[in-house]
């Protein structure tokens, strides 16, 4: 028996990911190191097409030519090992595919790495967590198209269908396919914290319980927010708790992690001189999340003296907030498709945005009817930079502007923070004013550094001596 695809990584993801393309047809191999994992494959794909085991040379022979090698290993020097003890069981032509949070340039190294030895290398992210694993993933493959195709038919029939397509596609060179997922996940973090956000002010300013909250959420979910995040935080607040008798939102630690992908965005964002503030934000307040003991610390000395404050209108703050979101989500879509526009030269990746909006608007995390809207807008005007400027944009940011400045006034009110929905406010304000402050800025760098600068009404660049 020789199998169709492996994959090297038995936990939830990696044998889901099996799963899945065992429904298809395929048959797959599985290796992992880990016994109990190789028992767990054998267990949960009985009656299929599967070999699972922990020897490394009887999974590589089993395989099919050329060998089509998936990892689902955690980003960093594990995927250098797991190839090192690969590469003197390969042949010329073999496919490994790094499926996991990688960062593209360590993808870059390896695809050069490896293409010496002969060896086809891809890196591609995959969105959806265990289920859409499972059930049908969002696959954002980078690299070769050649090594693309030999592998095209298995992705196209695991990931998952939107609008009957497959959410698939080839994106681009090199480290493409884990740039996409990198800016992916940047915007799921800019979504996830827009909504933190929306909750604490709805909580805390119209008083709404948990069961409010849940059916405020759906009503979203059913209108122009349908969304997979916006739907998960509803069953969110209707989620029971055996413990503590109550509802289990209330009883989690107010501190939330993170593994490297939202921060490597704002990063890589500075690096190129595009503005992400709304992800920014995120990643700032995971940061202060975790300051958890400083923030106990510092709470008593500056208690709020602002909660006696009339009771603001409650049905006219959900509304607001509805639609404060929605301007909010687009904004964030259009920071991160904006960097990738620009990461798209820069490292000469030749991605296509109305590719991307298309395979993301179903199977990932981020999947949302705004995703249908985007593609338009991308396919209207391929080279669009920002889709600020879309007209499909236009109007939904003109009406939805005026509901943000009332959710912030709220929330200044309150006293409770909303960085990522005032950073995302302030970005719009930014891009569309002519005329900025920075004038200032530059005359303060001359000021001090001769720096020198321009001017509105000549060519040239000047300095003066200041206050001379
Ligand atoms: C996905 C997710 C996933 C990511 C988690 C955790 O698309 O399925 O982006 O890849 O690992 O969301 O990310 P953090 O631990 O950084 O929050």
Redesign the pocket.
């Known amino acids: 028996q020789q199998y169709d695809f492996g994959m090297i990584g038995l936990g939830v993801m990696g044998r889901n990911f099996i799963l899945n393309v065992l429904d298809h047809g395929f048959s797959a191999a599985g290796l992992d190191l880990n016994h109990e994992q190789v028992e767990a494959l054998k267990q949960e794909a009985e009656g299929k097409t599967v070999l699972s085991t922990s020897d490394t040379a009887e999974f590589v022979k089993a395989l099919s030519t050329p060998r089509k090698i998936m990892l689902l290993v955690p980003a960093g020097k594990a995927v250098d090992t797991v190839i090192g003890s690969l590469l003197p069981y390969l042949q010329e032509g073999d496919l490994i595919i790094d499926g996991g ?1 990688t960062f593209f340039t360590d993808t870059d190294r390896r695809f050069n790495s490896l293409k010496e030895k002969g060896i086809r290398f891809m890196g591609m992210g995959v ?3 265990a289920e ?1 694993a499972r059930r049908g993933p969002s696959i954002m493959p980078g690299g070769d198209p050649e090594a693309y195709d030999i592998v095209a038919p298995i992705l196209e029939a695991v990931a998952a269908k939107a609008k009957g397509e497959p959410c698939v596609a080839h994106l681009g060179n090199g480290g493409a396919g884990h740039y996409v997922k990198m800016v ?2 940047g915007i ?2 800019g979504l996830m914290q827009l909504l933190a956000e929306a909750y604490d002010i709805l909580k805390h300013g119209a008083e709404l319980s948990n069961e409010a909250l849940a059916e405020t959420f759906e009503a979203w979910n059913n209108g122009a927010l349908e969304s997979f995040l916006v739907e998960i935080t509803a069953a969110i607040f209707r989620q029971p708790d055996a413990l503590s008798q109550g509802s289990l939102i209330d009883s989690i630690l107010d501190k939330a ?6 921060k490597w965005t704002s990063q890589n964002a500075m690096d190129l001189g595009i503005p992400v503030p709304t992800i920014d934000a995120a990643v700032t307040m995971r940061g202060l999340s975790a300051l958890k003991a400083d923030r106990a610390n510092t709470a008593p000395k500056y208690s709020r003296s602002i909660e006696q404050l009339p009771l603001l209108d409650k049905e006219a703050l959900i509304n607001q907030m509805g639609e404060a979101l929605h301007f909010a989500f687009l904004m964030t879509y259009a920071q991160g498709m904006h960097l990738l526009h620009e990461a798209s030269s820069a490292y000469q990746f030749g991605l296509n945005p109305e590719t991307i909006a298309k395979i993301w608007r179903g199977g ?2 981020i999947r949302a009817e705004i995703l249908e809207d985007m593609r338009q807008a991308y396919q209207q005007e391929p080279s669009l930079a920002n889709l600020v400027n879309s007209e499909i944009f236009r109007s939904p940011l003109l009406y939805g502007q005026r509901a943000v400045r009332e959710v912030l006034s709220a929330a200044h009110q309150l006293g409770r923070p909303m960085l990522a929905m005032a950073s995302t406010l302030h970005y719009f304000d930014a891009i569309r004013a002519e005329r900025l402050p920075l004038n200032l800025v530059q005359a303060q760098r001359d000021y001090f550094g001769s720096h020198t600068y321009e001017r509105t009404d000549r060519e040239g660049s000047f300095h003066t001596e200041w206050g001379a």
């Open positions: 949070n969105s959806g967590g859409g992916h996940n799921e973090y992690k993170q593994k490297g992908t939202g990932c995390i």
